[in-house]
């Protein structure tokens, strides 16, 4: 029985290095680690405060960046904190130990060109999905090594229908790398897929409303975990859909004042792969920024529920087994939970957030944040596990 409990542990390993640590938005990074918007709890959805903002967020609100050229360069340094222990109820011997996967460079890069007077061109690219696992050297462990990165490449397209409306798409190429380090039962492998977006933003006075949906973003994975001699699962990871809205105010202060506020809900449990760990989420991020002459002081704060999910079945995607062996050994519910815990621990529910932007010259502007995910304590299965995380960012931004 151990010996099986040990086989099915490493299938989990296997087939899970897709879903870890990346802020409080599941394992999906959003805005939050844009160097305007990481300081504002991740808002932008109605009014961005970078061109990244708005190329990687709702596609309509390019139509802000309609006086002249906008480029903008960041990188954001994530440092997550994980630690797991576990009672040896599914590998037959206790285990406590802090993953080293830590330290991750997100790195953002985007253009806005108008194209006439009402309509904008976004161009973009960044890290759209970050995630990791590295409990190796730990007794008892399994040695367990799993990390996928998601870089994504955004084309988008806004037009000003009139004085109060904009609307706009998006298009988005990913381009996955995924890797799981458990003997010889997986595969370094990458994938591509395309997801779109569509949104809307409308204005009244200083208040602005907007909303976008965005698609799957469907990643195909082939040979990645084996399940018998020269037989292989081929694994499909999505990105969830999500339904977004925001709303931005400017009228405090003299106008000096902006506040705002987003809710985007996460459809986790339509999500390949995803459904059978997580449940779906609703994040609700709220900011502030005070202008100050050539100085902006921003402040934020973002909210959402666990979406470890409580009634698993006995696979994970398209693997419902291991070859180990030589003998075909499959998932069960039990070690499905221990996954949730060791590789799918986005427990944490609240993130806060400063940060501080400051015009050089009329034409460079400097963003800088950071931002705490609180530590939060859940206990999954048989293991219990703590998870907080903390980041910084820097980047600047030209108008020609």
Sequence with gaps: MKTVRTAVTLALWAISSSSANAANYGTDLNLTMLPASGGMGGVGIANPLEPAAAVFGNPATLANFNNGTS???????????????????????????????????????????????????????????????????????LDPLA????????????????DNLDLGGAVTIGNGFFQAG?????ASRRAFGVRGTLGANYH?????????????????????VNYNTNAFWDLTVEQPEEFAMGVSNSSLVDGKLLLAADVIWKNWEGAKFYKDIYDNQTVLALGAQLTQGKAKWRVG??????????????????????????????????????LQATNAEVIWKNQVTA??????????????????????????????????????????????
């Design 204 to 224: 009244i006075g200083a208040t602005s409303v907007g909303a976008y949906y965005r698609s799957k973003l469907s990643m195909k994975y082939k040979d990645v």
């Design 182 to 186: 458990l003997s010889s039962n997986t």
């Design 71 to 141: 480029f903008s360069f960041g990188a954001t340094f994530y440092k997550p904190d994980v630690r797991a222990q576990h009672n040896g109820g599914d590998t037959g011997a206790a285990w406590s130990s802090d993953s080293k996967a830590s330290d991750y460079l997100v790195p953002s890069v985007a253009v806005t060109q108008p194209i006439s007077q009402d309509t904008v061109l976004g161009l973009g690219l960044t890290a759209v999905s970050g995630v990791g696992s590295d409990f190796r050297g730990t007794p008892n462990s």
């Design 355 to 400: 940060g501080f932007g400051y015009e050089l010259t009329k034409n460079i502007a400097l963003d800088t944040h950071a931002a705490v995910a609180l530590s939060r304590d859940e206990t999954i299965g048989n293991t219990s596990v703590n998870a907080k995380a903390w980041q910084v960012g820097a980047g600047l931004t030209w108008k020609f």
């Design 301 to 338: 704060y973002s909210h959402v529920n666990s979406p470890i999910k409580s009634n698993v079945g006995s696979n994970v995607g398209e693997a419902t087994s291991l070859a180990y062996n030589g003998t075909n050994i499959p998932l069960t519910p039990s070690l499905v939970r221990y």
């Design 147 to 162: 990390e996928l990165i998601l870089f994504g490449a955004n084309a988008g397209i806004a037009h000003r229908v009139n």
